[in-house]
Every structure is written in C-alpha cells, then in structure tokens.
C-alpha cells in the first residue's frame, strides 16, 4: 500500500518532476516501504541517493536524517517543493529552534535533518521519545566503520539510538565503501548484506580522468589557467589548505578569471553565498578546500590542484562533476612538493605518550556518579592534554577516538547520552513563566531555588545544584526540557559533558595503565601508517598501468564495472603510457628555523609539539600557548618531511631534560608513580542505562 502511494500520489512526478526512477532507487524505496525492512545505499556521488530517503519520507510519517556535511540549499529545496522539512543546529536562532520542534512534536515536520552530534543532546533524545520515527537516513554512513578512512566516534551511537527509539526502518546512505566498510555498516545497523545492499558501480562513462604531472604551483597554474578559460562550464578548484585557496584565486584574478574562494574558515553567511552564486552561474569558479561541492547538479569540471589523500575522497570529490550527464574532465596534478604536506597532515595527530598516559590515568581515577556512570569535559581534557577534539577534513577527533578505544578495543567504557551543565532559561510568555512557577514538583522546586537571574532569564549549572541539592542531575534536566517541549520556555545549554557506562574495571594500578596507554600510542601511529598507506594508493592510482576509471573501480570492488575494462577518456586510455612520477621531494630541516621555534615556543617535554608548530598543524596546546596559526613561526617548514622534523625536536627536547614549563595538569606527573584505585561501584560490570545491550535482527 505504501509503495502504491509513492507511485499513485504521484510523488514522483508532481513533487520532484521525475518521469521513472533510476538505478535501483525504485528497490531501495520498495524495501523500505513495502518490506519495512532496512538498506543501504552505495551509490556514487551524484547517483540520486536522496531520492531513496526523501521519497519514503513523503509517504510515512517523522523522518529525521543524519547528516556529516550539510547545506542549507538542501532544505530550501525541498521548501520550494511544497515538502515540510527543517534543519536543526546551532545556525538557528532560538525562536526558529523552538518554531521546528513544535513541528516535529506536532507530526507536521515530514524531513528533519541533524547532525550526528546532536545525538549528544539530552534535549533532542527527549524530544525524539515523544515522536514516532518512521525512517532514519544516515548519510555518510561509512563513518561508522572504524575500518574506514573516515571513522567518526560519534557515528557509534547513531545505531543504538535507532534501537533505543525502536525506529522502524534505517537507510544508510554513502558514496564511499569499500567491501569491509560496507559490511561494517551491516553489522552495526542490522542489514541483510545480500538482500539490503543496493550497490551502483563508481564508474560514470561521462568523467574524463586526468592526470598531470608539475614540480611547482607556477607550473600548475601556467596549466590550470589555459583549462580554466577553455571550460565549458563551471569549475570547482580543490586545494589542500585554507590559504592554499585564497592564494591560488588571486593568482587567477590578473588572468580574467573570477575564482571566488570557499572554505571552512570563513563565515557561514559568506560560504552560504558563494555556494549560492556558485550555483546559479553558467561559468564560476570556486578555488576550495574539500568542504566545498554538496548539492551540485551542473555540468560541472573538477580540478584537483593537490593531490587528494584518499582514493574515498578523491572518488566523492569526483563525483560532483558533470552530474547533469554531460562529459566533464576531472583533472590531478601530481607534484613531490606535495607529499610532505599531506604526509605531515596524516602524521600530525598523534599526541604525545606522556599526555596520553595521564589522560588514562584521569579517567581511571575518576569516582562514578551515583548512576555508575563516568563524565567528562571534553573541552577541558582537549586542553589539558593537547588532544585534538573537533574532527576536520584533515584531522581526527583524537580524545574522541581514544575514548572509542577504551569501548571498541578494551570493553571498559560504552559512550552514552552526554548531558549539558548549564542551562540559560527564557520564557516564551508571561503564561510560560506562571506555569513554570505553578509547577511545585521537587526538581522544578530545585531548579528555582539555584537558578540565578540574567536580565530576563535564568541561568542554571544543573551538576552544582544537584551537588548542593541530592538531586539527582537528571531530574533537574528532564524538568528543563519538559518545560521547553511544553512551550513554556526557550532553553539554551552549554557546557557538555561526555558521559560513559563502565563496562569492565578499568585499570588499578600505574602498571595497568601504562600497559594499556602503551597499546593505545601503537594503535595511534599505526593510524598514522594506515593514513600514508591511503595516501601512496592515490599515487599508484594515479600512476598505474590501467585506465584510470577501470582503476577506481577496482578499488571499491566493482572490477566489472568498466566495458571492455578501458574507458577510452582517461590520461591512460588516450596515451597508453603510464604517468611517471617520483614522489621523493624530502627537504632537510633548516637550522635556523629550528632555532626560531624554540625561541618562540619554550616547552621542550613534547617534541610533537614543536614539529607541529614548525610544520602548521595546530593543536590546543599550541592555540592555548599563542603558538598557532597567528604566529609568524607557524607553519615555517611545511615544505619538510614530518618525521625528520620530529627527530630534530626529538633531540633539542632531550638536549633540554625533557622540561615542561606550563602549569601541572589535572592528573599530575607525580601520580604515574603511586598505585590507581577505584570505588567498588566501578569495578562492576554494569548493563543498565543508555540501552544497547539488544541484539535484535532488526529495529521493530
């Protein structure tokens, strides 16, 4: 009956103005509604993924996406279709926050899209216990295999949350899964890995593959412009770094190419109006980081000025040109003076041994709340121990893998629902306050009495008053959020605290914490060698005997993919040569400016530290210590091979006794050497709270 009324409404036709469906969207969508069975989608950029949620979603009733990267030009369009879809995220202001919930809690929302991040929000969970969810879209949801290159700890909970909120179908949408990451997927959300997979191979007939070869930016732009002018439509320019961006554009400018620029550091209103007027012309030019390309639907040329560091990411990257069907060339140069910026980016993430053992340390001393639970400020931790905890393009969240660790590897923690600590409270009325104040149940009592005024609102730290009060943290929370899901005021949260269940004892003693810190810094520099493998197979790709498209397709395991396994428009099939490239472009660190980060940077306990500084890769520790991307010394030899730049640091650290001058951390030195204790409630094997302990065939 539901795949009836996907046909029969004409949602097809009237709403997105599609005579037929393509590939196997038509399958995907029958699986869903007709066998309310679960899926996944591995489509390659521009195979029309959104169809296959956004279909469904029109014919059931709450469906809410997870969405990695997003753009706001998704919603509107489907606005404009007349379908009533939301996002919701920190853009919002707080009226447009509260309008959308009460659209989701009224059932009038049909498509909500948010961040796997908001997983983490006490609110949201509450919000989304009073609604039935008809259909859970993940997109990108290789994120989730830790066998990915893409690995993000915060996609863990996405597949418990679908079990807790017995969600009654999941649709796992990605671009980029090799075999193992696509069984991951599988496993983690309950996916028959014959009958559920609807795989569409990478090969596109209409993309060119180009490569060449320049050893220097002036040679790839005495190429680059020529391209430029002679392209028949839009183009987008994929560079590495942020001023990789800016610089390349004003190279373009004198030549009458009007590149605008687009990446992460930039305000959200000027990203937001690139991409609109990117969209709207018949020949722009973008110079990007990758954070740039979602949504195209254009005839569009792909440049990629470096080279990217993943074959993943190069496939997706890719996969924005020519999605109107017409030929679009995908041209890469290769150059040796590359590599050791992107070599150094996958090297660049490790923290330093010592931090990482008092981190373990801080955790295993940590006495559980009443509930047996574990909580953290992650924020404070990232500071403290110099662990990056905002995932980039280029970058891992590092304290938040570490935690994944300590679940995934060891079984002693499991990440559940994290709470925020203060609450600032608004009311939407003079009737919101009256209710509030007529509601004389303990917690709201509680609430009132250590909540503090600030000019119109309150302000309240729920952990102090459930410290001062008995209390418990979550009463006080759920009150906040049932007043805000009732309408009686507007609640803005901050301050969040990762929470965890213990599993299994943590370690006791230095002994056991060392032994596992020491397991966990190997897991971390393998990474590292996993993120250069990644690297060197773009090389090869670029570099082998093979067509080039044939090439890509094996790597995703579509070996068929290819007619003939020669697609007749790549470097390859037109020259039938391979292209020759010696990657060894080493450069010897320089004396001098080995100096000069030492004069500038005075700590000599992290030779990491120092190289990232030398190198530009920032980190809290560096941003803290005003090292970062505002001084002059930052970034100073990010022509040099990371490695050579450790070893040098390595030495002058040693040199100097290994000293570190800022203040003691949280959990000091001097705790290494005395015994780790724990309080009898931790040393149980705890199963309750955050749910997950089903193993259900599948969410029903």
């Given at each position: 009956?539901a795949?009836?009324?996907?046909?029969?409404?004409?949602?097809l036709?009237?709403?997105f103005?599609?005579?037929?469906?393509?590939?196997?969207?038509e399958?995907?969508?029958?699986?869903l509604?007709?066998?309310?069975?679960?899926a996944?989608?591995l489509y390659p950029?521009?195979?029309g993924?959104?169809?296959?949620?956004q279909?469904?979603?029109l014919?059931?009733?709450?469906s809410l996406?997870l969405y990695?990267?997003?753009?706001?030009?998704?919603?509107?369009?489907?606005?404009d279709?007349g379908?009533?879809?939301?996002n919701?995220?920190?853009t919002l202001t707080?009226?447009?926050?509260?309008?959308?919930?009460?659209e989701?809690?009224s059932?009038?929302?049909k498509?909500?899209y948010?961040?796997?991040?908001?997983?983490?929000?006490?609110?949201?969970i509450?919000?989304?216990?009073r609604v039935?969810?008809?259909?859970?879209?993940?997109d990108?949801?290789?994120c989730?295999s830790?066998?990915?290159?893409?690995f993000?700890?915060?996609?863990?909970?996405?597949?418990?949350?679908?079990?807790?909120?017995?969600?009654?179908?999941?649709?796992?949408?990605?671009?980029?899964?090799?075999q193992?990451?696509?069984?991951?997927i599988?496993?983690?959300f309950?996916i028959?890995?014959?009958?559920?997979v609807?795989r569409?191979?990478?090969?596109r007939?209409?993309?060119?593959?180009k490569?060449e070869?320049?050893?220097?930016?002036?040679k790839?732009l005495?190429?680059?412009i020529p391209?430029?002018?002679?392209r028949?439509?839009?183009?987008?320019v994929?560079?590495?770094?942020?001023?990789?961006?800016?610089?390349v554009?004003?190279h373009?400018?004198p030549?009458?190419?009007?590149p605008m620029v687009?990446?992460a550091?930039?305000?959200h209103e000027q990203r937001?109006?690139v991409?609109?007027e990117?969209?709207?012309?018949?020949?722009?030019?973008?110079c990007?980081t990758?954070?740039?390309?979602?949504?195209?639907?254009?005839?569009?040329?792909?440049?990629?000025?470096y080279?990217?560091k993943?074959?993943?990411g190069?496939?997706?990257e890719?996969?924005?040109a020519?999605?109107?069907?017409?030929?679009?060339?995908?041209?890469?140069?290769?150059?040796?003076l590359?590599?050791?910026?992107?070599e150094?980016f996958c090297?660049?993430d490790?923290c330093?041994?010592?931090?990482?053992?008092l981190?373990?340390?801080?955790?295993?001393?940590k006495?559980?709340?009443?509930?047996?639970?574990?909580?953290?400020?992650?924020?404070?931790?990232?500071k403290?121990?110099?662990m990056?905890v905002c995932a980039?393009?280029?970058?891992a969240n590092v304290?938040?893998?570490?935690?994944?660790?300590?679940?995934?590897?060891?079984?002693?923690?499991?990440?559940?629902?994290?709470?925020?600590?203060v609450y600032?409270l608004?009311?939407?009325?003079?009737?919101?306050?009256?209710?509030?104040?007529a509601d004389k149940?303990?917690?709201?009592?509680t609430v009132?009495?250590?909540?503090?005024?600030r000019g119109?609102?309150y302000?309240?730290d729920?952990?102090?008053?459930?410290?001062?009060?008995?209390v418990?943290?979550?009463?006080?929370?759920?009150?906040?959020?049932?007043w805000?899901?009732?309408g009686?005021v507007k609640?803005?949260?901050?301050q969040?605290?990762?929470?965890?269940?213990?599993?299994?004892p943590?370690?006791?003693?230095?002994?056991?914490?060392?032994k596992?810190?020491g397991?966990m810094?190997?897991r971390?520099?393998?990474?590292?060698?996993?993120?250069?493998?990644?690297?060197?197979?773009?090389?090869?790709f670029?570099?082998?005997?093979?067509?080039?498209?044939?090439?890509l397709a094996?790597y995703?395991?579509d070996?068929?993919a290819v007619?003939g396994?020669?697609?007749?428009?790549?470097?390859?099939?037109?020259?039938?040569?391979?292209?020759?490239?010696?990657?060894?472009a080493?450069?010897?660190?320089d004396?001098s400016?080995?100096q000069?980060?030492l004069n500038?940077?005075?700590?000599?306990?992290?030779?990491?530290?120092?190289a990232?500084?030398?190198?530009?890769?920032t980190?809290?520790?560096?941003?803290?210590?005003?090292?970062?991307?505002s001084?002059?010394q930052f970034?100073?030899?990010?022509?040099?091979d990371?490695?050579?730049?450790l070893?040098a640091?390595?030495?002058?650290?040693?040199?100097?006794?290994n000293?570190?001058?800022e203040?003691?951390?949280?959990?000091?030195v001097?705790s290494k050497?005395?015994?780790l204790t724990?309080?009898?409630?931790?040393?149980?094997?705890y199963?309750?709270?955050?749910?997950?302990?089903?193993?259900?065939?599948?969410y029903?």
């Amino acid at each position: 009956m539901a795949m009836e009324s996907a046909n029969q409404a004409g949602v097809l036709r009237d709403v997105f103005g599609h005579s037929s469906f393509r590939l196997s969207q038509e399958a995907v969508i029958k699986r869903l509604l007709v066998d309310g069975e679960n899926a996944l989608v591995l489509y390659p950029t521009g195979g029309g993924k959104s169809l296959t949620y956004q279909v469904p979603a029109l014919c059931l009733e709450v469906s809410l996406l997870l969405y990695r990267r997003f753009h706001l030009d998704q919603v509107d369009a489907l606005c404009d279709r007349g379908i009533k879809a939301a996002n919701l995220d920190s853009t919002l202001t707080a009226d447009r926050s509260s309008l959308v919930k009460q659209e989701v809690l009224s059932g009038r929302l049909k498509i909500l899209y948010v961040a796997p991040e908001r997983l983490n929000n006490e609110g949201f969970i509450e919000m989304m216990r009073r609604v039935k969810i008809s259909l859970l879209a993940v997109d990108e949801s290789h994120c989730i295999s830790q066998w990915g290159a893409s690995f993000r700890p915060e996609y863990l909970k996405i597949a418990r949350f679908a079990e807790e909120m017995d969600v009654e179908r999941v649709l796992c949408l990605t671009a980029t899964a090799t075999q193992t990451v696509a069984d991951d997927i599988c496993t983690s959300f309950f996916i028959d890995k014959e009958a559920g997979v609807f795989r569409t191979p990478v090969f596109r007939p209409n993309l060119a593959f180009k490569v060449e070869v320049a050893d220097s930016l002036d040679k790839k732009l005495d190429r680059l412009i020529p391209f430029l002018k002679s392209r028949t439509g839009p183009a987008i320019v994929y560079v590495t770094l942020q001023k990789h961006a800016e610089a390349v554009a004003n190279h373009l400018r004198p030549h009458n190419l009007e590149p605008m620029v687009y990446h992460a550091g930039l305000p959200h209103e000027q990203r937001a109006k690139v991409q609109m007027e990117f969209m709207n012309s018949a020949k722009g030019i973008v110079c990007a980081t990758i954070a740039f390309g979602m949504g195209i639907d254009k005839d569009v040329q792909v440049v990629h000025l470096y080279m990217p560091k993943t074959l993943e990411g190069y496939s997706q990257e890719v996969g924005r040109a020519g999605r109107d069907g017409l030929p679009s060339t995908c041209l890469m140069f290769l150059s040796a003076l590359d590599i050791p910026i992107l070599e150094g980016f996958c090297r660049g993430d490790t923290c330093s041994k010592n931090d990482l053992q008092l981190w373990m340390q801080e955790v295993a001393l940590k006495q559980p709340a009443q509930d047996g639970t574990l909580d953290f400020n992650h924020y404070q931790q990232s500071k403290t121990y110099d662990m990056r905890v905002c995932a980039t393009s280029f970058h891992a969240n590092v304290l938040g893998l570490c935690y994944a660790q300590l679940e995934l590897d060891y079984g002693y923690i499991r990440a559940i629902t994290p709470f925020y600590s203060v609450y600032e409270l608004s009311a939407c009325s003079s009737e919101g306050w009256t209710k509030v104040w007529a509601d004389k149940s303990t917690a709201a009592n509680t609430v009132r009495k250590y909540w503090s005024p600030r000019g119109t609102s309150y302000t309240i730290d729920v952990v102090v008053a459930a410290e001062h009060s008995g209390v418990d943290r979550a009463d006080l929370a759920r009150v906040i959020n049932g007043w805000e899901l009732g309408g009686l005021v507007k609640s803005k949260a901050s301050q969040v605290r990762a929470r965890y269940l213990i599993c299994n004892p943590l370690p006791k003693t230095t002994e056991e914490t060392e032994k596992v810190t020491g397991m966990m810094y190997q897991r971390m520099v393998a990474r590292e060698d996993e993120a250069i493998e990644k690297l060197h197979q773009v090389i090869k790709f670029a570099t082998s005997e093979d067509c080039l498209a044939q090439s890509l397709a094996d790597y995703f395991g579509d070996h068929d993919a290819v007619p003939g396994g020669l697609c007749g428009i790549c470097t390859y099939c037109l020259t039938a040569e391979a292209i020759t490239f010696d990657p060894q472009a080493t450069t010897a660190p320089d004396i001098s400016k080995i100096q000069a980060i030492l004069n500038a940077c005075p700590e000599r306990d992290d030779p990491r530290l120092l190289a990232r500084m030398a190198f530009g890769i920032t980190s809290p520790r560096l941003t803290a210590g005003k090292w970062s991307t505002s001084h002059p010394q930052f970034g100073c030899m990010d022509d040099v091979d990371f490695n050579a730049l450790l070893t040098a640091f390595e030495r002058e650290c040693k040199k100097a006794g290994n000293v570190r001058t800022e203040a003691a951390t949280v959990a000091s030195v001097a705790s290494k050497k005395r015994p780790l204790t724990q309080s009898s409630s931790s040393q149980r094997n705890y199963s309750h709270g955050g749910g997950g302990g089903s193993k259900r065939g599948r969410y029903k």
